[in-house]
Structures are given as C-alpha cells and as structure tokens.
C-alpha cells in the first residue's frame, strides 16, 4: 500500500530540537519539488488528538505503564490508518515527530518491552523506512527547552536522571538497528544540524 512513498521519524528526549528541525527539514525538501507532510505524535490524526489529551494532560499518575502503552499504539493505530498510510500510498514523504522508538524507550522498561513491541507488530506492524536520533546531552538540551504549551506537562516532571536514561536507551536502539536508525549531532548551531539531517535524507532518497 505505501510502496511509493519514504516514512521518515524523528526521535529524541525532550528538547531535542525536534520541532525545529522537522520544520526546516520539510522546507529543504519541498524546496527540491517533493511532496511532504509533517506530522507528530502522540497525536497527527483528530482521533488520536483526543487520545492525545488522555495522554498529556493530568497528574503523572493518572495511567498505570500497561494502560499508558495501550493509548499510545491505539493513537498510533488512527494515526496510520487516516494519515500515515493514506500520504505514503499517494508517494509523499511523511516526516513524524516521534514514532514507536519513542514508545520503546519512555514506556518500554524492563518486561514492558515486550508488551510495546508485541502490540506494535500487531496493531501497526509497520518500522519507519528511516529514524534521525537527535542525539544530545540532556543538560544541554533542558537549557534550550522552553516553555510547554498550557496543560501539557504531564510528561514534565521528567527529571534529568530519566533524560540521561532515554538517551543511553535511543542510541541503543540505534546500535540495535543500524540501517533504519542514524543518530544525528543535534549540538551546536541549528543550521548545521539541519545540514547534517538533509544529508542523511538525501542519501537515503538516492539523490
Ligand atoms: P511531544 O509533545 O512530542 O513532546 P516533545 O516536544 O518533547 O517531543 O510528546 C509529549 C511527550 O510524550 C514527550 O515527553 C514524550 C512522550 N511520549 C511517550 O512517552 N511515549 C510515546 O510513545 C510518545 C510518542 C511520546
């Protein structure tokens, strides 16, 4: 069904500079004639939006880990049918903000690794074709982290020591998987970084 198009995720901890460089990195390949969307998650679809909500507004304890891995992959699961899925079958380039990886290193501790990735394979069954890993370190990245918008700071009170973890968790996964995961240097000026993203893109789409 998505024969044509390249699915493309982004992953990282937080203030990463994500948002920023699926931005310009959408841009770039505009500018080259491509088609492309952006999207994020959780969310990227109205219903998973509202599953969304569930997810980031409220008190840290409001889902046990079990529940808070079933709302993430049924949110993944609308995301894919009604955005992901229809814009890879028209041949466009889908840029997502936060995908599975994400799953696997905030909610996939110890035994709950298994449950993420045995869900995934049978509700999505579906790897990005390509993950940039926006990779810093976290004191640096809680520098430059602004301010949420109002309400969605469930996830907030993740302190540095869970950051540090989240890391060493991503590039893992990066070791792990070598060919789909390419972990890029998010320090340092954001033009460059962008550079460094475009590059690896590029290569990928065989240009
Ligand atoms: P997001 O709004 O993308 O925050 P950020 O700008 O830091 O990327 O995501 C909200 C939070 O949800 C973020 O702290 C990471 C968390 N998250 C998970 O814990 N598991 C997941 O599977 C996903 C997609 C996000």
């Not at 814009?87 to 290193?105: H, K, Y």
């Not at 240097?185 to 970084?193: L, T």
Request: proline share 5%.
């Amino acid at each position: 069904m998505d024969a044509d198009g390249l699915f493309i995720t982004i992953e990282g901890i937080d203030g990463s500079g994500k948002s920023t460089q699926i931005a310009r990195l959408a841009e770039a390949l505009c500018a080259q004639g491509r088609t492309v969307i952006t999207t994020r998650e959780p969310g990227g679809s109205p219903g998973a939006e509202e599953i969304r909500r569930l997810l980031v507004e409220g008190p840290p304890e409001r889902w046990s880990a079990e529940t808070e891995i079933l709302l993430f992959t049924a949110a993944r699961r609308d995301h894919m049918e009604r955005t992901i899925a229809p814009a890879l079958a028209r041949g466009d380039i889908v840029l997502c903000d936060r995908f599975i990886d994400s799953t696997r290193a905030y909610q996939g501790h110890g035994p709950l690794r298994t449950m993420v990735d045995t869900l995934h394979e049978l509700a999505i069954g579906r790897e990005p074709d390509l993950t940039l890993l926006l990779d810093i370190d976290p004191e640096n990245a809680f520098e430059r982290a602004g301010q949420r918008a109002g309400g969605e700071d469930r996830f907030e009170q993740h302190g540095l020591s869970f950051q540090r973890t989240l890391r060493a968790t991503f590039k893992d996964l990066a070791k792990a998987h070598p060919e789909r995961i390419k972990i890029i240097d998010a320090a340092g000026d954001p033009s460059e970084v962008a550079a460094r993203l475009l590059n690896v893109v590029t290569e990928k789409l065989g240009v």
